[in-house]
């Protein structure tokens, strides 16, 4: 049985090398090993940025980060938490 990896990142602003070295690149390591699943934390970006076409642009910006780092996303579970069935119980807990 594989272990699973699971971690998330906020979009709150633009990718850069710290994102890369910080994150992306060891749980890119840690997929090699384990059933990875790296979700992007939309919801948890609100308290940053009240602008939803901007909050869109920024996950956008960071999926496209872990993308083009190696992402594999027909290995990994990839999703940003808006996606889940977890919506409305998120936005009513805040």
Do not use: Q
């Not at 308290?47 to 999926?63: F, H, Q, R, S, Y």
């Amino acid at each position: 049985m594989k272990k699973i990896a699971l971690t998330g990142i906020k979009p709150t602003g633009i990718p850069h090398i710290g994102n890369y070295l910080g994150a992306i690149k060891p749980a890119l390591k840690l997929s090699e090993t384990c059933e990875a699943r790296y979700f992007i934390a939309d919801y948890h970006a609100l308290n940053a940025c009240k602008d939803p076409v901007e909050l869109k642009k920024m996950t956008v910006e960071i999926a496209s980060a872990w993308l083009a780092c190696g992402l594999d996303p027909k290995n990994t579970l990839f999703y940003p938490v808006s996606y889940t069935h977890l919506t409305l119980p998120t936005i009513y807990s805040v």
